[in-house]
């Protein structure tokens, strides 16, 4: 960033979905200019940008004592504020006599028209802004079809998109950092209450590291092992066959840049096959492909992709939904996942389709509703991705799966897990079925299934009856378009 010599003054770094110090293009600018640096991480309340659910706050605490101690580490500090971002930027300038502010970019369309106008007002005001690629492989603008148009269907997207992605090299942490002569006023984070009290649900979250030296961790785990048989693995919610990376990567605490370098010398390296390192990165294709969905298509959070969903006959259907989200819909898989979604804030992510469709398509419940119930259990909830992957479930959203094709909550679970290791796990009053009835405890013998017929709901709808008023729900939607 070009900063006029002769304008005195630090420059802040406002740290969002990027809470680390290796690879952070945006920090390593402001330190490029020489100046004192300022890190300062603001809990946004920008109204109309959506406020982040309860397993996120749960985490972002984590993350920042993660942070903030890295950055003692380097002889520096982590500023905390909270209130409206551009109210808060102005008040940390004006008090630190900052000279300019740098930040990397993000994508969801509140995010951008925040960031476009306090963009405008430093300006006008003299400072220096700057925003830098970090969140993405690619700038969502510069992958494009022939005709100049962003693409719909994600195979071209991802074949155009890694051919941008010849060289990737990634940025080492600093190893110190310029603190000014005053620091301006920070938040205690102790302040901020993200932690549950009253009652603390988040017991089950202790399978998570958050932080930045959580996340390479989980990388270099997930590379060394996992990663080695994950085209089929990664469709076995027994198994821990993924890297569970998606909540490091939400907030930045490893970013996809140094995902995908990591991976390439993985590949190069022998460690793993080749098909294995390629499957695992076109999941991160993915996640580039719903940013960049929603980056060209901002009303994907509230409207359908595909306008002719718009007249689909959503069901009133309190019961069902309340069922579902407290995993008692009497469907082994679909509760399982529902309750490990409670427990750990993560599900398995076939359970994530299965549970999703499920919702929609045997209970007829509008799939907004779904995805605001994940958004607020989910550590990984992502706008772009939570919006894209249950619109896709719905068949409403780009390249999605077509919504004629239902889960089999039942055939789902025999085939992926066959011994019901997962469904033990989350339903423990199943635990002692045998395998041929763990995916429909209703078929047990009498004498197996005493505790599960006292304690297990008997399915909420019948999965045949429901999948035909599925059919039905969506031959009305095609006779309307
Ligand atoms: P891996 O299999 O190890 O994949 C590596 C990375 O690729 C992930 O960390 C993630 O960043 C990305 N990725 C993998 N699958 C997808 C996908 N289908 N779409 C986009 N990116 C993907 N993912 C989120 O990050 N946030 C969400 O809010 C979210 N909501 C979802 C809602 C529904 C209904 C469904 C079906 C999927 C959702 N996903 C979401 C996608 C996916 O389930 C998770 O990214 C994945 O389960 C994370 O586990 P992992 O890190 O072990 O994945």
Same mark, same amino acid.
């Given at each position: ?28 600018? @402001? ?118 148009? &962003? ?104 970013? &996809? ?55 689909? &006959? ?69 706008? @772009? ?97």
């Amino acid at each position: 960033m070009r900063i006029d010599p002769g304008v005195p003054g630090p420059v802040i770094v406002w740290l969002r979905n990027d809470l680390r110090l290796a690879d952070n293009p945006a920090l390593k600018a @402001a330190i490029d200019t020489g100046r004192p640096v300022i890190p300062l991480y603001i809990l946004d309340e920008t109204p109309g940008v959506r406020a982040m659910g309860a397993a996120s706050l749960w985490w972002l605490d984590k993350s920042l004592r993660a942070l903030s101690d890295s950055f003692k580490a380097i002889g520096s500090k982590l500023m905390l504020r909270r209130g409206p971002a551009q109210e808060i930027l102005k008040d940390v300038i004006v008090h630190a006599g900052a000279a300019g502010v740098v930040w990397n970019r993000l994508y969801e369309p509140a995010a951008i028209a925040r960031d476009a106008e306090i963009k405008a007002a430093l300006k006008a005001d003299g400072v220096v802004v700057e925003s830098c690629l970090a969140g993405l492989l690619n700038e969502p603008w510069t992958v494009q079809n022939g005709s100049k148009q &962003p693409y719909k269907v994600f195979t071209p997207y991802w074949r155009a998109a890694r051919a941008h992605l010849t060289h990737v090299e990634v940025e080492r942490a600093p190893k110190h950092l310029q603190a000014p002569e005053h620091w301006p006023h920070s938040d205690a984070l102790d302040g901020w209450n993200l932690h549950p009290r009253k009652p603390d649900w988040s017991k089950g979250f202790s399978i998570w590291t958050p932080g930045e030296a959580g996340a390479l961790e989980r990388l270099d785990d997930f590379l060394s092992g996992a990663v080695d048989g994950y085209g089929e693995g990664r469709d076995v919610p027994g198994l821990e066959a993924t890297s569970r990376l998606s909540p490091h990567l939400h907030f930045g605490e490893i970013g &996809p840049r140094q995902v995908w370098a990591a991976a390439r010398t993985a590949a190069e390296a022998g460690d793993a096959p080749h098909g294995e390192i390629e499957k695992f990165l076109s999941e991160v294709g993915w996640r580039e492909f719903n940013h960049s969905i929603l980056f060209h298509w901002p009303q994907m959070p509230k409207r359908n992709f595909r306008p002719e969903f718009d007249a689909f &006959p959503w069901a009133e259907n309190p019961k069902g939904f309340e069922a579902w989200i407290e995993g008692r819909t009497g469907y082994p898989l679909v509760d399982a996942g529902m309750r490990e979604l409670w427990a750990t804030g993560f599900m398995h992510n076939r359970v994530r389709m299965i549970t999703a469709s499920f919702l929609i398509k045997h209970l007829l419940v509008d799939w907004r509703d779904g995805e605001a119930w994940f958004w607020d259990t989910l550590v990984d909830a992502d706008l @772009a991705n939570n919006v894209g992957n249950w619109q896709w479930v719905a068949g409403s959203g780009a390249d999605a799966s077509p919504y004629f094709r239902i889960f089999n909550p039942i055939g789902q679970g025999e085939k992926f897990d066959p011994k019901g290791a997962y469904v033990r796990k989350w339903v423990p009053e199943l635990a002692n079925l045998p395998d041929s009835a763990i995916h429909q405890p209703w078929t047990a013998p009498a004498h197996l299934s005493v505790e599960a017929k006292r304690s297990y709901a008997r399915p909420i709808v019948d999965h045949g009856r429901a999948r035909a008023r599925a059919l039905e729900a969506y031959r009305h939607l095609r006779g309307n378009a």
